[in-house]
């Protein structure tokens, strides 16, 4: 039987007991089967911990001012488009309502409003202003499939 050496533990063994890995060299991982899940087990404890600290930060108020602050979604733009954005000065401009229905909307969806989408031109990547996200989708629709709006009218008639 052939054997190698775990990268991890660096103890010779049989190849039956390391993992089947079609991507790696001889088709078996590199490090063994028990060395992989202490591994894999703590990954999964530090994942866990992490996903608690984050409940635990949720309501820490610097975190709910960065989150509200719409710094993220203004990096998001930027990196897609080339746009700088200020998503809250768009919002305070509009009174934070949705440009086509006026509901109250928010960069997070909180205390029942409606979450904010920005909407922007595919073709000329210009940004038209900040809908409710039922809007935005909607307006999608419409930009794709004009006909269907004349079809869903005759449905609702």
């Known amino acids: 039987m052939t054997t190698r050496t775990c990268k991890?533990?660096?103890?010779?063994?049989?190849l039956i007991e390391f993992r089947e890995v079609k991507r790696y060299k001889g088709g078996r991982s590199p490090h063994?089967?028990?060395?992989?899940?202490?591994?894999?087990?703590a990954a999964t404890k530090k994942s866990r911990d992490k996903k608690?600290?984050?409940?635990?930060l949720k309501?820490?108020?610097?975190?709910?001012?960065y989150r509200e602050s719409g710094r993220r979604w203004a990096v998001a733009w930027k990196h897609k488009l080339g746009v700088d954005?200020?998503?809250?000065?768009?919002l305070k401009a509009q009174d934070?309502?949705?440009?086509?229905?006026?509901?109250?909307?928010?960069?997070?969806?909180?205390?029942?409003?409606?979450?904010?989408a920005v909407d922007h031109c595919h073709s000329t990547n210009k940004i038209r202003g900040?809908?409710?996200?039922?809007?935005?989708?909607?307006?999608?629709?419409?930009?794709?499939?004009?006909?269907?709006?004349i079809k869903f009218e005759e449905y609702l008639k």
């Not at 608690?52 to 635990?56: A, D, L, N």
């Not at 309501?59 to 001012?65: G, I, L, R």
């Open 59 to 65: 309501n820490d108020p610097s975190v709910v001012k």
């Open 130 to 149: 900040i809908l409710c996200w039922n809007c935005n989708i909607f307006l999608g629709y419409y930009e794709k499939r004009k006909d269907m709006v």
């Open 8 to 14: 991890t533990c660096k103890e010779v063994k049989d």
């Open 96 to 116: 934070y309502k949705c440009k086509i229905c006026e509901i109250e909307i928010s960069y997070l969806q909180q205390d029942g409003k409606k979450r904010a």
């Open 52 to 56: 608690g600290g984050w409940q635990v």
């Open 85 to 90: 954005l200020d998503p809250m000065a768009i």
């Open 32 to 41: 063994c089967k028990i060395c992989f899940n202490k591994y894999a087990s």
